[in-house]
């Protein structure tokens, strides 16, 4: 499976809420890089963040363009990702179910068909402006 296909499943369990499909795409040690943030490590770390993500915001994924290297081992997706904040977030503005709209830059390090590291890229600052 390309680097492309495994992103377009990753990104269709994420629209369907489906974080357990999305676990499934990724290695026991997957690196997540939060967006202005530190590394988690493994899926099980990565699995609570979708838990604690899904806890605080509806989101999903429109407009996405997917992107591999000719070797397969890299994958980029850029996205607008449409959202809902829905209860405050620790050191962010108060949730009251505002919408937002950001565009979405993430990179993927692929082996042996499944995710072995997510890096996501988006404007905290603009998203802070549309909820704030």
């Known amino acids: 499976m390309s680097g492309a296909e495994v992103l377009r499943r990753y990104y269709a369990a994420f629209n369907a809420g489906d974080w357990d499909g999305m676990a499934a795409l ?24 979708l838990d604690r993500m899904a806890h605080h915001y509806a989101e999903r994924v429109e407009d996405l363009v997917v992107m591999d ?3 397969g081992a890299r994958a980029a997706a850029e996205f607008t990702i449409h959202g809902r904040y829905l209860v405050t ?13 950001l565009p979405v830059g993430a990179f993927f390090e692929i082996a042996d068909g499944k ?12 998203w802070i402006a549309q909820v704030g």
């Open 115 to 126: 995710i072995a590291r997510v890096t996501n890229f988006y404007n905290l600052k603009e």
């Open 26 to 49: 990724l290695t026991e040690d997957v690196a997540h890089d939060v967006n202005q943030g530190g590394r988690e490590t493994g899926r099980a770390a990565f699995r609570a963040f």
């Open 89 to 101: 977030d620790s050191g962010l503005p108060e949730a009251r179910g505002q919408a937002y709209a």
């Open 69 to 71: 290297s000719a070797d």
